[in-house]
């Protein structure tokens, strides 16, 4: 979904746990087709991906556990809404407290 949406011109770095889908030989090389790398931590270290990490428990903290879903594709579009807010619009310390899509333009246009 993330190449065809925003069909990235550089290499991307892409953040997963160690799931044995995200280890799987297909998985890998659709990875490399698409010059993107992954990056997991070490087994039993979430810090490796504290980024994401933070995430997972803001959506879950601020959207999953105060909501309940009457169907899957509701629970669907609320995530998705929670994404777009959380791309779009949520300030982050640990970029210095731009939005992330903010930050992204601004390296964008900065490394251009």
Request: aromatic fraction near 14%; include cysteine; glycine fraction near 4%.
């Amino acid at each position: 979904m993330t190449v065809a949406r925003r069909q990235p011109q550089a290499e991307v770095l892409l953040h997963s746990d160690r799931g044995s889908q995200y280890c799987a030989y297909d998985y890998q090389a659709l990875l490399r087709r698409h010059r993107i790398v992954p990056s997991h931590s070490r087994r039993g270290n979430c810090w490796g991906n504290a980024a994401m990490e933070s995430f997972f428990h803001l959506l879950k903290a601020e959207r999953v556990y105060l909501t309940r879903y009457a169907s899957y594709q509701k629970a669907k579009i609320d995530l998705f809404d929670y994404i777009r807010f959380f791309n779009h619009r949520r300030r982050h310390s640990t970029l210095g407290y731009p939005s992330p899509m903010e930050f992204e333009r601004r390296n964008l246009s900065n490394s251009s």
